[in-house]
């Protein structure tokens, strides 16, 4: 079992910033893959970044490059979601998980990952 539990959440004007924070725990072999997801209601999960925890190795959705970058503390077992020039469309649940790095760049399906319980994200115009 993998326990991950986000923070750093809240609610801003468009064109700032907040930075989130993934603390992670457990039985992480195998899991290592960590991203970033959010959601909005009545769509579906959409994959934002993920780190590789050995390597480092980033990527990104299309639609938050240049503003935003993912990395990692190993010895605090935390991942970090920084997150500038919010935009309105930025609003959602954000949610961190946990898979594998050998299945495609968004760490697995989502069956095969491991959740946290989300922090919300709200972007004001």
């Known amino acids: 079992q993998v326990q991950l539990v986000e923070s750093g959440g809240g609610s801003v004007q468009a064109g700032g910033s907040l930075r989130l924070s993934c603390a992670f725990s457990?039985?992480?072999?195998?899991?290592?893959?960590m991203g970033w997801f959010r959601q909005v209601p009545g769509k579906e999960r959409e994959g934002v970044a993920r780190?590789?925890?050995?390597?480092?190795?980033?990527y990104y959705a299309d639609s938050v490059k240049g503003r935003f970058t993912i990395s990692q503390d190993n010895a605090k077992n935390t991942v970090y979601l920084q997150m500038n020039s919010l935009k309105p469309e930025d609003t959602a649940m954000y949610y961190c998980?946990?898979?594998?790095?050998?299945?495609?760049?968004?760490?697995?399906?989502?069956?095969?990952?491991?959740w946290g319980q989300g922090t919300q994200v709200t972007v004001s115009s």
């Open positions: 998980a946990a898979g594998s790095s050998y299945a495609g760049n968004w760490c697995g399906t989502y069956e095969d990952k491991y």
């Open positions: 457990g039985y992480t072999y195998r899991r290592n893959c």
């Open positions: 780190i590789y925890r050995g390597s480092g190795s980033t």
